[in-house]
């Protein structure tokens, strides 16, 4: 139980999304088990994210501050409502690091952001609860066809070929950036 809780909690700090390791460990565990595994680990991972929001944007540590474009983001996300922001998180449609760390740079509650964190959290453990042990039909329909592949390697594969997309996108962006000669900063 540790390991999971500490590899959680390593993936989730991590640029990358942790929600393949979540499904897995969930076919590994108990429901009551798993469910604490994930309010510990969002514990930690809420509190390193925000503290890091908090420290490291106010401390200049990060050159993002001079970029327009995170700027505009900043200034929107001050402006959303605590009913907006816990819909946002219900939503699963934002990515959850972001609001951590934003929430901490914006110094927002700690004690309303975990709250938050952990009432979604519960709710879409059930979900993923579920998909983990009981629906597996892409994974069915593949086995019919030959081929041993489980809902967690699905979600993996798809994970993966976003976050490879994602990446790819950022750097061509970055390169015509750079070929144009224009600042990234002002």
Do not use: C
Not at 73 to 95: A, C, G, P, V, Y
Not at 155 to 173: A, P
């Amino acid at each position: 139980m540790l390991n999971f809780i500490i590899l959680l909690t390593l993936i989730g700090i991590s640029p990358f999304p942790a929600l393949p390791y979540i499904i897995y460990f969930y076919s590994k565990t108990s429901f009551y088990e798993s469910l604490i595994i994930i309010i510990i680990s969002n514990i930690l991972i809420t509190f390193i994210q925000y503290n890091f929001g908090k420290y490291a944007f106010k401390k200049n540590f990060l050159p993002f501050k001079s970029i327009k474009k995170i700027n505009l983001f900043i200034n929107k996300f001050k402006q959303i409502k605590t009913h907006e922001l816990i819909l946002i998180r219900f939503s699963n449609i934002f990515i959850t690091k972001i609001i951590n760390i934003l929430s901490g740079y914006l110094s927002i509650s700690f004690k309303k952001i975990l709250i938050i964190n952990l009432t979604s959290i519960f709710i879409w453990h059930f979900l993923y609860f579920y998909l983990s042990k009981k629906i597996d039909l892409i994974g069915m329909l593949f086995k019919d066809l030959g081929l041993n592949i489980s809902i967690t390697n699905i979600i993996s594969i798809i994970t993966l070929s976003s976050l490879i997309y994602l990446t790819l996108k950022v750097f061509k962006i970055i390169i015509l950036k750079i070929l144009k000669k224009k600042d990234l900063y002002d």
